[in-house]
């Protein structure tokens, strides 16, 4: 699919850090491997991307970035098999993704042919970073700041399009328990939800700290205008299991659409659970939590793949969730996991080799 006549300028490091890292005790996202993709838009065009060594940038501190947050990213994850061929998982979801989020953010498309052609190259050369055995993956970060330095509240005319990248071991956040949101709201209608900008994590910070000091690790944030529907966790989209039926938000310009989320949907349709995709309302939660009918809610993302909540509380209503055998939420992410790691069928042809 890469189109091999794209020309990157590549320059390498003279000794790899490799042998320094301990990768059976990685914290999530703070090593980062040798090198790093970075492609300039200047003069109204992305100019020929290189890789080089992973190292700080130097920008002008006027630069838009850092006074308007005009930035987006994306979270992806390179996995390797038995045989060393290294796999992506839906990876032109991600792609779409970027250029969608920048479109909203006033930002340049990017180039098709460089993000895959830039990603294919640099996944290559940082192949032993990427451990084999399930739960090991190399973390991908693409980004595009502004980075044109000038003041006046108004598009950049220059951007730094970067893929980085950091080894992640399979990601157990422990138990977690939820808050769902009765004040603070994450994104509204017209907003900016659905784009990967920056600024949706940043705003969620502070209240996220203080469901923490509730004893709170995450928040599921409901819709602005009227706190009643349940919509995402902020990282992850959400999804609620009453009966044998799963429950999930529609995705909105309030929701981020999911790659994790979509692929859920799909393989529950492959295995005949059924899903409602419609508002689920928080008295509904709350009712179905005190009849016994609620079973399960897990979160869904790259990150985590598959992260079960352990209880919630809305309203000073604190609820606890049963500890089930053979939840959903384990189904899943062996599902998820066993196409990323090819180790199992891809009916849907989401695997891409590299
Ligand atoms: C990235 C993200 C998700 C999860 O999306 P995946 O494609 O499954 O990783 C969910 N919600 C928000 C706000 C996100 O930024």
């Not at 996944?123 to 090991?136: A, C, F, P, T, V």
């Not at 940043?202 to 000091?213: D, E, K, N, V």
């Not at 005949?272 to 939590?289: F, M, N, Q, W």
């Amino acid at each position: 699919m890469s189109d091999l006549s794209i020309d990157i300028k590549i320059s390498k490091v003279s000794e790899s850090k490799i042998q320094s890292v301990d990768f059976n005790n990685l914290t999530f996202g703070k090593v980062f491997t040798d090198h790093m993709f970075v492609c300039n838009f200047v003069d109204g065009a992305w100019q020929t991307p290189e890789i080089k060594p992973y190292q700080p940038l130097t920008i002008d501190p006027s630069a838009r970035v850092f006074h308007y947050g005009q930035a987006v990213f994306e979270g992806m994850k390179a996995f390797k098999d038995a045989d060393d061929q290294i796999w992506l998982f839906r990876p032109e979801d991600n792609f779409n993704r970027i250029n969608k989020s920048s479109h909203r953010m006033a930002i340049p498309e990017f180039p098709k042919a460089y993000f895959f052609e830039g990603l294919t190259q640099l996944l290559r050369m940082e192949s032993d970073w990427i451990q084999k055995g399930k739960g090991n993956s190399l973390y991908i970060r693409p980004f595009v700041i502004a980075t044109e330095p000038a003041i006046s509240a108004s598009p950049s005319n220059s951007y730094k399009f970067m893929i980085i990248c950091s080894p992640a071991q399979s990601y157990y956040a422990g138990e977690v328990k939820v808050l769902f949101a009765e004040q603070f709201s994450r994104a509204a209608d017209g907003g900016v939800g659905y784009a990967k900008a920056a600024g949706n994590y940043g705003a969620q910070f502070y209240p996220t700290s203080l469901a923490h000091a509730k004893g709170y690790q995450q928040i599921i944030w409901t819709d602005a205008n009227t706190h009643e529907y349940l919509e995402e966790a902020g990282t992850m989209n959400i999804f609620f299991r009453v009966g044998d039926t799963l429950l999930t938000a529609p995705t909105s310009d309030r929701i981020l659409d999911g790659i994790t989320r979509k692929s859920v949907i799909q393989l529950a349709e492959d295995n005949g659970i059924t899903v409602e995709v419609r508002r689920v309302s928080v008295a509904e939660i709350k009712e179905a939590a005190k009849n016994g009918s609620l079973k399960e809610i897990f979160g869904a993302g790259t990150a985590a793949v598959i992260n079960p909540i352990a209880g919630f509380e809305h309203a000073g209503d604190a609820f606890e969730l049963p500890k089930l055998e053979n939840s959903y939420a384990s189904f899943f992410k062996e599902k998820l996991m066993n196409i990323q790691y090819n180790l199992s069928e891809d009916p849907h042809g989401w695997r891409y080799g590299v």
